[in-house]
């Protein structure tokens, strides 16, 4: 059983920062690509940013030069840095990583809960 606890989320005023985390646990062999989505009301999800297991790194065009990726191999933990944020910045933002599990011959795509971010004055 894999799980990702996503934490981080809040209330912050445009032009604020915030830091996303997300850890997974459970019987874990390898973690490939991890990343970061997000779903406003009434919106499709969509990708903020991944970062595949060597590190290359992808961004939505909506935030690059704001947001930053990284990530904690040693800690299964996937980080996103947002600055300068902006009202449109406002969804639940979703943890994904793809995730070889111990006794599985195939990895497999697994979703944290959710954590709500919200840009406001």
């Known amino acids: 059983h894999v799980q990702l606890v996503e934490s981080g989320g809040g209330l912050v005023q445009p032009g604020g920062s915030l830091k996303l985390s997300c850890a997974a646990s459970?019987?874990?062999?390898?973690?490939?690509?991890m990343g970061w989505y997000r779903q406003a009301p009434g919106k499709q999800r969509e990708l903020v940013a991944t970062i595949t297991g060597g590190g290359r790194i992808n961004y939505a065009d909506s935030v690059k030069g704001r947001f930053t990726i990284s990530r904690d191999n040693a800690k299964n933990t996937v980080y996103l840095q947002m600055n300068s944020l902006k009202p449109e910045d406002t969804a639940v933002y979703y943890c994904?990583?793809?995730?070889?599990?111990?006794?599985?011959?195939?990895?497999?795509?697994?979703w944290g809960q959710g954590t709500q971010v919200t840009v406001s004055s």
């Open positions: 459970g019987s874990i062999f390898s973690i490939n690509d």
């Open positions: 994904n990583a793809y995730i070889a599990v111990l006794g599985r011959r195939y990895p497999s795509d697994y």
